[in-house]
Antibody
Framework: EAQLVESGGGLVQPGGSLRLSCAASGFTFSGYWMHWVRQVPGEGLVWVSRITADGSGSTYADSVKGRFTISRDNAMNTLYLQMNNLRAEDTALYFC???????????WGQGTLVTVSS | QSALTQPASVSGSPGQSITISCTGTSSDVGGYNYVSWYQQHPGEAPKLMIFGVSDRPSGVSDRFSGSKSGNTASLTISGLQAEDEADYYCNSFTSRHTGVFGTGTKVTVL
């Protein structure tokens, strides 16, 4: 059974940086696109970014473009999200998700909470 | 990219059918058959219920069905059950090769 476990969240000051990780197991990680999705507690889901299976291509939501970078290490079965110049509005629970076949997010982690506050 | 528009809430009695709409534009919902639906119970991760507009993953009840007409996708839950009470979100691929979720719909079983 596929499993995704996020880590790296925490409290960071505005303007600071944080790197999230998503450890994958139970499937051939290198064969799937991956996504990051965030959710402010009590609010809706927001798509953040996605990366192709080999890491050669990525896209971002306008709200994070230029500040966040998605990457992956297929040898380590790990997905990353480097978040720079963080803002209060980036405060959210961040989920990683597997894309089974073009925007079919079939496995999700439990999320890691990022809080941006002074 | 603005969120796709969903009704804030939909309710129904056990056994009834309800439909949740998801309205976008020709650059997302209307332009591609890459619309998916997710169920989320409080404190849990989202669960894929429908992909490719109308396909169901294995293990998802056939009481859940999806469709699309123009720029609006729909999720229908038939034979409503207490366990269906949750938040539901649509999602679409877009012309900019990004994704966009709907605003979310809270389903209440009366």
């Amino acid at each position: 059974e596929a499993q995704l476990v996020e880590s790296g969240g925490g409290l960071v000051q505005p303007g600071g940086s944080l790197r999230l990780s998503c450890a994958a197991s139970g499937f051939t990680f290198s064969g799937y696109w991956m996504h990051w999705v965030r959710q402010v507690p009590g609010e809706g889901l927001v798509w953040v970014s996605r990366i192709t299976a080999d890491g050669s291509g990525s896209t971002y939501a306008d709200s994070v473009k230029g500040r966040f970078t998605i990457s992956r290490d297929n040898a380590m079965n790990t997905l990353y999200l480097q978040m720079n110049n963080l803002r209060a509005e980036d405060t959210a629970l961040y989920f990683c998700a597997r894309d089974h076949n073009l925007w079919e997010l079939d496995y999700w982690g439990q999320g890691t909470l990022v809080t941006v506050s002074s | 990219q603005s969120a796709l528009t969903q009704p804030a809430s939909v309710s129904g009695s056990p056994g009834q059918s309800i439909t949740i709409s998801c309205t976008g534009t020709s650059s997302d919902v209307g332009g591609y058959n890459y619309v998916s639906w997710y169920q989320q119970h409080p404190g849990e991760a989202p669960k894929l219920m429908i992909f490719g507009v109308s396909d169901r993953p294995s293990g998802v009840s056939d009481r859940f069905s999806g469709s699309k007409s123009g720029n609006t996708a729909s999720l229908t839950i038939s034979g409503l059950q207490a366990e269906d009470e949750a938040d539901y979100y649509c999602n679409s691929f877009t012309s900019r090769h990004t994704g966009v979720f709907g605003t979310g719909t809270k389903v209440t079983v009366l």
